[in-house]
Structure formats: structure tokens, C-alpha cells
């Protein structure tokens, strides 16, 4: 991989917003992939029961898998559960099952059920220049559970009428666990999904979310991409599915910023190549 800036501390990112279908999944999964091929180390927790981004890892989570599942609801460290990525270097996945859809009722009665991921990645000792969790697209336990763990939210914004409807409660969410849980938590990182610049809708859509947040809005989006889509059901990213594409590209490119950025390092707009 190119040699970018490595983190001094294993940075913890959130990928979060409840509304599903937004991008979340194949976020994770392409930034973690470019964040790796940048010569980094990094591992995808996988917090959704739909197990989306094990599958579009290529990383096996059959029922009897040791998962996540495992991890939050019966102690097992984390380490027993992470798995290498094929294909790429560096990467690492901790699946998740199906026995993860009873977690969030399971969580409810166990102690420190808000801080049992924070604890597990606490005691993993390899070490990580990232951590990324895909969310599931709710606001419960699961997803508090990693709101504790990471200091980062990382939103991904599909430009679409109403695409900030619905963000107001995962922003109440984030600033309550932060007044309780977890001093450190800030949304650094929004960023723009199956972006489409030839519709006027979408480019207001985007003018509408830099406006509305600033700073934290990367310069690079993501343009809507077939090859981007069709990779998860070949169990790669679109990284390796199709390395020239622009949905790999522009994953690239927002994994260069994310890193330059954890450095203090920020784009003018003359270095953006796919910004919106
Ligand atoms: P979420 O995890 O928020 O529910 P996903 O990442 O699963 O969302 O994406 C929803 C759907 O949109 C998936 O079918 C995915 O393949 C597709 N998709 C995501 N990003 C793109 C993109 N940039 N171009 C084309 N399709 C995309
Ligand atoms: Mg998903």
C-alpha cells in the first residue's frame, strides 16, 4: 500500500445512521478495504444481524461461527472471533450471525450492557491503526454499544429528498452518549453516497448537507456504481472486485482524506478530485 499517515491510537469509527439502504454497509466495508491497501491495519466489526458486511467480506457466518454475538452477550474475547479477510492484507472482520438479532433483547439484562464492546476492544491486543462497526439501522442497544466504543460517528448521507429527515435523533443519541457514556464521541465524518452530480436534486442535496455540517463532510463523495453493487455477492469489496472503477477510486480517495484528516491535514477543494 501507498504510505499514508498511520494513526498514533487505534482509531474507533461509528458507522451509523438509522435509516437502512443509505450506505452504511458498503461504506465500511470499501473504506476498511482502501484504509488496509493504504498499508494499514484494520478491522471491521460486523453489528448488524443481517451479517451484510461479513458477506461482502467473503468471511463465513454460518450459524455456528464464533461471532459478535459471542463477544457481547457471552464474554468470549474478540480476538476468537476476528477472522482475516481474504484477498486483502490487513484486513480483519469479526462477523456477525443470525444469533445477533436476540442481542438487543439479551443486552438488556446483562451488566455494563451499554460497554460490553467498549470492553471487548479494550482487551484485544493485536494492534490496529482502525476499527470501523457497521450499525444496524436502529438506535438500540447494539448500536449504543458501539457509540460507546468508538470516539467517531462516520454518517454516510444518501443524496436524496429528506436525506437529513430522520439524522436529528441519531445526533440526540450521540450527544446523550456522550454526556453519559463517552466524553470522547464527535461526529467526525460525513460522507456522501451514490452520488449522482448530473441531477440538480442531488447536488442540493449535497450543497444542503455542507452547509448543514461543515468541516466534517468530506470533499470526496461516492457516485452511485453498478460495480460498487455488484461486488458484495462475489464476497469482495469493490477493491478487489474492480480496482480501476471510479466506486473504487473514489473509496480510495475518501480513505486518503479520513487519514490525512486523523492527522490534522485537511483538502482545500483544488485537491478534490471527486468532490461534490
Ligand atoms: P445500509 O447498510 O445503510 O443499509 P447498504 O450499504 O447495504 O446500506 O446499501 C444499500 C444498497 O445500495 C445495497 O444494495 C448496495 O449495494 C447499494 N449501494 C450502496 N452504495 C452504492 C453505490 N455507491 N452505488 C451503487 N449502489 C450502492
Ligand atoms: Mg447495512
Redesign the pocket.
Known sequence: GEGLPRPQETRVMVVA?Q?????????TVNLAASLALHGGRVLVIDL?PQG?ASTALGIDHHAEVPSIYDVLVESKPLSEVVQPVPDVEGLFCAPATIDLAGAEIELVSLVARESRLQRAIQAYEQPLDYILI?CP?SLGLLTVNALVAGAEVLI?IQCEYYALEGLGQLLRNVDLVRGHLNPALHVSTILL??YDGRTRLASQVAEEVRNHFGEEVLRTS?????R??EA?SYGQTVLTYDPGSS?ALSYLEAAREIALRGVGIHYDAQQAHAGA
Do not use: E, Q
Request: glycine share 16%; net charge positive.
Open positions: 445512521n435509516k437502512g439502504g443509505v450506505g452504511k454497509t458498503t461504506t448488524d451484510n457497521d439501522p454516510p453516497t451514490m461516492i457516485p452511485r456504481s453498478v460498487i453493487s458484495p466506486g
